[in-house]
């Protein structure tokens, strides 16, 4: 606490009488403090609005996956284990879906559990509502509030599924009633799929209403420990860890008890199956019996029946018989009574003749005789012919009824052994619905013998590629927050000591007056240091206020394109503002104090003079006599100028140089960042397509499909997941190390071009195969592999499979790569480090120019091929790549604007300082007929070569600095391009310097012109 009042006096008076000085110091800590205190919590309020936003949606910290699923005891069990708060099982699958347009569509499709409610503690990766609301029945859906589909739209799920049954689902043809955000799908990548072009397009949710299936498909599991800690901290990664070892036992334990029941319940089905086929085939054997014991007697009775009838056929022949023959003798007697009729006429003629007389009377008496006998004849006859006529009423009688009899015989017979016929066709039937069963039992019982074992798989939030991508690109901001702002802080500490140094060389007078009117050192040195910790405490308050209001929202939304998570939340670091506030008091307070301590040294009756000139002499450019012969008058005195003040020279270069390396430094990182992705997918992968097979397809016929798309000089490529050790130095921390083998060695730089750091050309065909004892198996790694392991070539490592075994190899040379990490090596070494020869299992493809241009609908038609697993498009990951990288875009905005105000700021600073410190100068030169434009000239001409000469310093540190910030920004999996064109950004920093430096020159020229000579020269009076 200052006490004097004349001390109080003079600080207030610094501060009024100098606001451009103040101004200066102000802003720089202002530029300073805010840009680290802002890209200091951003970082840390991208990960606090994530840990919020997933914290509310309730995401599963692991999801459970078995490749027979779960049941409910499975639920039941994992809802027991030790620190697991809460269980929530569902389905998950992934199908084609048909929108209203009629265009087929992958869609990642999920179940919703039974109860949605807030207070529901089973209900995790809980939606987040945009419009609409949650599906509740059968029928119902919601989808991804960022796909273009309106509520009431419809959409039906074909038969094309991946990961479960079509089955399952109970309702194809379902309804959007609600748009939702999802915390699993925090990027706008959906992730990929082995339907269409193996993209995922969009996600939807169904209630558990539309499902109908016996298991579940998954799991979700959310720990109670990781409650209140934030999901990118170690803490949380080491409860995470410890729990995986858990759940890992505990899934592959209860996968193995659902496959044992399985087992037993297809072996109790099995059984069930031959016992009803037992049962069957004894049943069908008495039917058959029964079948045929019925054809036997229905043969007897019929052959029975058939002999009665052809017994009735003869006797009613017989009966024919008797009967034509008495209808003979009815006609003989007929004839013969007629003849006995016509011999009585002939009689009676002759009686007529006759006279009477005994001839005559005798004649009379044979005629009545023979009536008689005529008469008796016909008596008989009528007789005859009336029993004929019944015994011809009998025979008909006879017939209709054998007739009848023959009918009544065919139709029973027909019906009894159709009967018979349709019972053995049952039989036959049964026996082949037995001998089909059979088979189906053998199959069965086959598929049951070779069942695979069961696998669980445990995912975690690390697996979710949008949630593992996140932290890397917030690690990414921190890095820079802890690069660039404290190469800022050096910067303006430099300046500020020259500022400072001046300031206290200007009250040089002031100093040693006060000294001799008796004020103590302590005294005379607050006046400064509260003028530092005014200008550099205000500064760094007014800085860290506006950088943690502008820095971290405004690269969060830039993030937005990127990942929906939610509302922006500011976490505040205190102790990074207080570091930025703190670091910018230290700094002013430092350099004020050691300008004050060192002008005190003197005696008072000493500092109320003024300062001796600096005597002048020959500069070594003057021993440059072919130069400086040829210079004329005012650039021999800028000259002069320059190198006299060795103080001023240094601090001034010094100044530029920092702004130059900062503003080279942002544009080497942008185009780094820029240029990752073209320099992976287009200088180092030539090929258009990779494509992955299933196990079981034939490498060999999935070529010669994929020929019509210009394959037929695709190369067949083998990718073996392993782990790289190196004394106690392995590859934790990468997501996946490859070993990467291709069929063809030779021809692998054709798809894939391995080059040395320094360009020269790699070829895995020469590598050692590690078939002699005395050789190891040679390898290439990729750079960024290469670093971690702290190998190089000529170094040996070891080389560990999934399965543990382990090999050695020697590294034969380091390969450029930028995305992903890989070891190179040909079949013969492969085959020595595994134990087993490599598996070709992928292939690289090469477009023809009809589908060059049209890469997406050509790995819709490749991923339809059989066999195919998966394909993508190198041009969609150099797409996925350059948007991730594209999003540091704002950062490095703010890095150059922060740059160009910086340099701003330090030139107007050393410049004001010039012009001050030289005010007598100036004045002698106006005095001396100097016009306001030579007096500018002569002013600029200076400043100009001392920006030229600092931004060509600066050039050399943003080169250093550029290559500190790319690698701090780095990740395991994936680094940025240090080799740039800089010959265009050394031009493009150096011409953007150089007109700050105009511009400030055109800003203090009215400075210049505001001089006085008359006052200037006799301020020393």
């Known amino acids: 606490m200052v006490r004097s009042p004349t001390i109080r006096k003079l600080i207030f008076r610094d501060l009024r009488s100098s606001p451009g000085r103040f101004l200066a110091i102000f802003v720089m800590f202002a530029l300073g403090a805010g ?116 509520i009431g739209d419809e959409l039906t799920i074909t038969d094309e599924i991946e990961g479960a049954e079509y089955g399952m689902i109970k309702t194809k043809t379902v309804t959007v009633v609600g748009k939702v955000d999802s915390p699993e799908y925090i990027s706008y990548a959906r992730g990929n799929s082995s339907l269409g072009n193996g993209e995922i397009d969009s996600f939807l949710y169904l209630p558990p209403a539309g499902m109908d299936s016996a298991y579940y498909t998954e799991i979700c599991i959310l720990m109670e420990e990781t409650h209140g800690i934030s999901a990118f901290s170690d803490a949380y990664k080491d409860i995470v860890d410890s729990s995986k070892d858990l759940l890992e036992d505990f899934a592959l334990e209860r996968a193995e008890l659902r496959h044992r029941s399985i087992r037993e319940e297809a072996e109790q089905y099995l059984r069930d199956g031959e016992a009803d086929i037992a049962t069957s085939e004894e049943e069908l054997r008495d039917g058959q019996a029964e079948v045929d014991d019925g054809r036997a007697e229905a043969n007897r009775e019929f052959a029975k029946a058939k002999s009665d009838l052809q017994a009735g056929e003869q006797k009613l022949a017989d009966g024919r018989a008797e009967y034509d023959k008495n209808a003979t003798g009815l006609a003989d007697g007929e004839a013969a009574l007629s003849d006995a009729k016509a011999q009585v006429e002939q009689m009676k003629l002759l009686l007529q003749t006759l006279p009477p007389g005994p001839e005559h009377d005798g004649l009379a008496a044979q005629i009545a005789g023979a009536e008689a006998q005529i008469a008796q004849n016909e008596t008989q006859l009528t007789m005859g012919r009336a029993a004929l006529e019944e015994a011809a009423a009998t025979l008909d009688a006879a017939a209709a009824e054998l007739s009848r009899g023959w009918a009544s015989y065919d139709s029973e017979r027909w019906a009894a052994f159709s009967k018979l016929d349709d019972a053995q066709a049952e ?313 990467f083998v291709p069929e063809d060695a030779a021809e692998l730089n054709e798809y894939i071009l391995l080059r040395t750091m320094k360009g020269e050309p790699l070829s895995i065909e020469n590598l050692s195969s590690g078939d002699s004892g005395a050789e190891l198996p040679g390898v290439f790694l990729t750079d960024k592999l290469a670093a971690h392991m702290d190998v190089g070539p000529g170094d040996s490592l070891t080389i560990e499979d999934s399965d543990g075994n382990t090999a050695e190899a020697v590294v034969s040379g380091v390969t450029l790569n930028y995305v992903g990490a890989y070891v190179y090596m040909n079949s013969e070494a492969y085959e020595n480090v595994f134990s087993k020869p490599p598996q070709y299992k992928s292939i690289l493809m090469k477009l023809n120019s009809e589908y060059v241009d049209r890469v997406d609908e050509a790995v819709t038609e490749i991923m339809a091929i059989d066999g195919v697993e998966f394909a993508y498009s190198s041009s969609a990951m150099r797409e996925l790549v350059f948007d991730i990288a594209e999003n540091m875009d704002v950062v490095i905005m703010f890095i150059q604007q922060m740059s160009v105000m910086l340099a701003i700021v330090v030139l107007y600073n050393l410049i004001n300082i010039n012009i001050t410190e030289r005010e007598r100068e100036i004045a002698t030169l106006k005095v001396l007929g100097y016009r306001p434009r030579e007096v500018f000239l002569y002013f600029f001409s200076e400043s100009s070569i001392l920006t030229f000469i600092g931004a060509l310093f600066g050039l050399l540190g943003g080169i250093v600095l550029h290559r500190q910030v790319i690698n701090a920004i780095a990740s395991e999996d994936a680094s940025f391009p240090l080799r740039l064109e800089w010959g265009v950004l050394l031009l493009i920093a150096m011409t953007v310097t150089m007109l700050i430096c105009v511009v400030v020159n055109t800003i203090m020229q009215p400075k210049l012109r505001r001089i006085d000579p008359v006052s200037s020269l006799k301020s020393p009076e």
């Open 427 to 739: 039989i036959d039937d049964g026996r082949t619905k037995i001998e089909d069963a059979k088979t189906d039992i053998a199959e069965a019982r086959q598929d049951l013998d070779e069942m695979d074992e069961p696998e669980a798989f445990i995912f975690e939030r690390e697996d979710n590629a949008a949630y593992s991508t996140f932290e890397p690109n917030a690690a990414r901001i921190a890095s820079l927050a802890a690069t660039i702002p404290p190469f800022m802080f050096v910067i303006a500490a430099l300046v500020c000591l020259t500022t400072m140094a001046r300031l206290v060389e200007e009250h040089r007078t002031r100093i040693g007056t006060l000294k001799a009117l008796g004020y103590g050192r302590g005294a005379i040195i607050s006046i400064y240091l509260f003028y530092a910790i005014v200008c550099s405490l205000a500064g760094s308050v007014a800085g860290i206020l506006a950088g943690i209001n502008i820095f971290p929202s405004t690269i969060w939304f830039a993030y937005e394109g990127l990942y929906a998570l939610g509302e922006f939340k500011l976490e505040l670091r205190p102790a990074i503002c207080l570091i930025a506030l703190v670091a910018g008091v230290i700094v002013t307070v430092a350099a004020t104090f050691a300008s004050c301590y060192n002008e005190q040294r003197s005696p008072a009756a000493v500092l109320m003079r003024p300062r001796a000139p600096k005597a002048g002499k020959r500069v070594l450019l003057e021993r440059a006599t072919i130069i400086w012969k040829h210079l004329n008058f005012n650039q021999k005195v800028t000259m002069r100028n320059i190198f006299r003040y060795k103080k001023r020279l240094i601090m001034t270069i010094v100044g530029i140089a920092g702004c130059s390396a900062l503003l080279l430094a942002s544009f080497g990182i942008e185009d780094s960042i820029r240029s990752m992705a073209d320099r992976q997918y287009e200088d180092i992968y030539h090929y258009n397509i990779y494509v992955m097979l299933k196990d079981d397809a034939d490498p060999g016929i999935v070529k010669n499909e994929l020929a019509v798309f210009g394959s037929r000089d695709s190369l067949s490529v083998s990718e073996t997941s392993c782990t790289l050790l190196n004394g106690e130095i392995n590859t934790n921390g990468f997501n996946t190390i490859s070993a």
């Open 35 to 150: 840009f680290f205190a802002g890209l200091g919590n951003t970082a840390p309020s991208m990960r606090a609005s994530a840990d919020i936003y997933l914290h509310e949606t309730r995401l599963a910290d692991f999801r459970l996956i078995s490749t027979y699923g779960w049941d409910s005891a499975d639920v039941i069990e994992a809802a027991k284990l030790p620190g697991v708060e809460s269980v929530m099982p569902r389905y998950s699958f992934t199908a084609k879906v048909a929108r209203p347009d009629g265009i087929p569509s992958v869609f990642s499709i999920k179940s919703l559990p039974l109860n949605t409610s807030e207070n529901s503690t089973s209900y995790l990766n809980r939606l987040v509502l945009k419009d609409g609301r949650l599906p509740a029945k059968s029928g119902e859906c919601a989808v991804d509030a960022a796909y273009a589909i309106e």
